[in-house]
């Protein structure tokens, strides 16, 4: 059975559908990013995957046991938490929170799996900085690994490298392609950055409130949508 699978899978906020029709299903291992104009549902969708919002029609399954407690989620930062006061190793442990359970302390295993991370993200450098001191690729590494602490099965990305500047946006896309091949963590994104996501992601869900496009890469871009899509991204 797939890691995630929607069938028929629709959204909608008073009555007004969000998001509609949704078959997909994503794979162990998968690079899905999923691509569409402002409006389109894309963070709608994300919010179902995590339980967070339930379909107004349809169903949302998770295979191979997966849970939502069991989820990394990198949301979009808002200007309250780029101010958080605390280090930057606070900020990756707190990525155990929903694994301790009812425990007070967090484990020697938690601080094990919080000192993995942080290598693998290269901020051993920044890990007794302030985490509002950091730069935003800095933040944005510190919550990666942070999601990662929380995960060995799926990510969840919404816009991660959204306000960054080029250079750190590709070093972030290198690394998430570089957790997603090295660890085998399923990664499903919503980003803008279209252009990007046809260069790092195995699969691509183009969504315009409906499914335009769900399939291989290399299938989006031979796609009438896909052609379309990316040809806008290009010319702007």
Same mark, same amino acid.
């Given at each position: 059975?797939?890691?995630?699978?929607?069938?028929?899978?629709?959204?909608? &906020?008073?009555?007004?559908?969000?998001?509609?029709?949704?078959? #997909?299903? /994503?794979?162990?291992?998968?690079?899905?990013?999923?691509?569409?104009?402002?409006? +389109?549902?894309?963070?709608?969708?994300?919010?179902?995957?995590?339980?967070?919002?339930?379909?107004?029609?349809?169903? *949302?399954?998770?295979?191979?046991?997966? %849970? +939502?407690?069991?989820?990394?989620?990198?949301?979009?930062?808002?200007?309250?938490?780029?101010?958080?006061?605390? +280090?930057? &190793?606070?900020?990756?442990?707190?990525?155990?929170?929903? +694994?301790?359970?009812?425990?007070?302390? &967090?484990?020697?295993?938690? %601080?094990? *799996?919080?000192?993995?991370?942080? $290598? !693998?993200?290269?901020?051993?450098?920044?890990?007794?900085?302030?985490?509002?001191?950091?730069?935003?690729?800095?933040?944005?590494?510190?919550?990666?690994?942070?999601?990662?602490?929380?995960?060995?099965?799926? !990510?969840?990305?919404?816009?991660?490298?959204?306000?960054?500047?080029?250079?750190?946006?590709?070093?972030? &896309?290198?690394?998430?392609?570089?957790?997603?091949?090295?660890?085998?963590?399923?990664?499903?994104?919503?980003?803008?950055?279209? @252009?990007? @996501? /046809?260069?790092?992601?195995?699969?691509? !869900?183009?969504?315009?409130?409906?499914?335009? #496009?769900?399939?291989?890469?290399?299938?989006?871009?031979?796609?009438?949508?896909?052609?379309?899509?990316?040809?806008? $991204?290009?010319?702007?």
């Amino acid at each position: 059975m797939a890691l995630i699978t929607c069938q028929g899978v629709s959204f909608a &906020y008073e009555g007004n559908t969000a998001v509609e029709e949704l078959n #997909f299903e /994503v794979q162990n291992g998968d690079y899905l990013c999923i691509v569409g104009e402002n409006g +389109s549902g894309k963070s709608t969708l994300i919010k179902g995957i995590l339980r967070l919002k339930s379909p107004s029609a349809g169903t *949302v399954l998770m295979g191979e046991g997966l %849970k +939502s407690a069991e989820i990394g989620y990198l949301p979009q930062q808002t200007a309250a938490q780029k101010d958080f006061p605390a +280090s930057a &190793y606070e900020v990756v442990l707190s990525g155990r929170l929903s +694994s301790r359970g009812i425990l007070p302390f &967090y484990s020697r295993k938690d %601080k094990a *799996v919080a000192n993995e991370n942080i $290598e !693998l993200l290269g901020i051993e450098p920044i890990r007794t900085r302030c985490y509002r001191e950091l730069s935003g690729g800095q933040q944005q590494r510190v919550l990666l690994a942070r999601a990662l602490c929380a995960t060995k099965r799926l !990510l969840l990305l919404d816009e991660p490298v959204a306000g960054l500047d080029p250079l750190v946006t590709h070093e972030l &896309y290198r690394l998430i392609r570089k957790i997603n091949r090295e660890t085998g963590i399923t990664v499903i994104m919503v980003s803008h950055d279209v @252009a990007s @996501a /046809v260069k790092y992601a195995s699969h691509i !869900l183009h969504l315009k409130t409906k499914q335009a #496009f769900f399939g291989r890469t290399g299938s989006y871009l031979n796609s009438g949508v896909g052609k379309a899509f990316l040809g806008g $991204e290009l010319s702007d």
